[in-house]
C-alpha cells in the first residue's frame, strides 16, 4: 500500500510564498518520477512540476516556472514544492502524485488560496 500525505496549503497573499510538502511511504519511489498537480472547480486537474527522484530532473508547467521549484529529500521520502511570487490564479488544491506520466498514487490534496 502507498500512501502519500500533503502538507502545507493555506492562504497566502498574492505574492507570496508556500511551501508544500509530500511524504511518500509504503514502497521505494527509487525509479520513480513523482509530481504535483493542481486543480480547481469545474476544471480538470492540471500538471505544475515532476522530479525524478534518483536523477533530480525537473519539469515545470509553463504557468508555474520561474516562480515553482520542486525538490526531494531521499532521506525523509518527502517531495517539496516551494511556490513563490504567487498569483491569484494558482489558487487550487494541490495534489502530490507517483509514478509519472501516469499516476498510480495521489495524496488526499492540499487547499492553497491566494488573496489579492
Known amino acids: 500500500q502507498v500512501l502519500l500525505v500533503e502538507s502545507g496549503g493555506g492562504l497566502v497573499q498574492a505574492g507570496g510564498s508556500l511551501r508544500l510538502s509530500c511524504v511518500a511511504s509504503g514502497r521505494t519511489f527509487s525509479q520513480y518520477v513523482m509530481g504535483w498537480f493542481r486543480q480547481t472547480p469545474g476544471k480538470e486537474r492540471e500538471f505544475v512540476?515532476?522530479?525524478?527522484?534518483?536523477?533530480?530532473?525537473?519539469?515545470?508547467?509553463?504557468?508555474?516556472?520561474?516562480?515553482?521549484?520542486?525538490?526531494?529529500?531521499?532521506?525523509k521520502s518527502t517531495v517539496y514544492l516551494q511556490m513563490s511570487s504567487l498569483k491569484l490564479e494558482d489558487t487550487a488544491v494541490y495534489y502530490c502524485a507517483g509514478p509519472m506520466p501516469r499516476p498510480d498514487y495521489w495524496g488526499q490534496g492540499t487547499q492553497v488560496t491566494v488573496s489579492s
Open 49 to 75: 512540476a515532476s522530479i525524478g527522484w534518483s536523477d533530480g530532473i525537473t519539469y515545470y508547467a509553463d504557468s508555474v516556472k520561474g516562480r515553482f521549484t520542486i525538490s526531494r529529500d531521499k532521506a
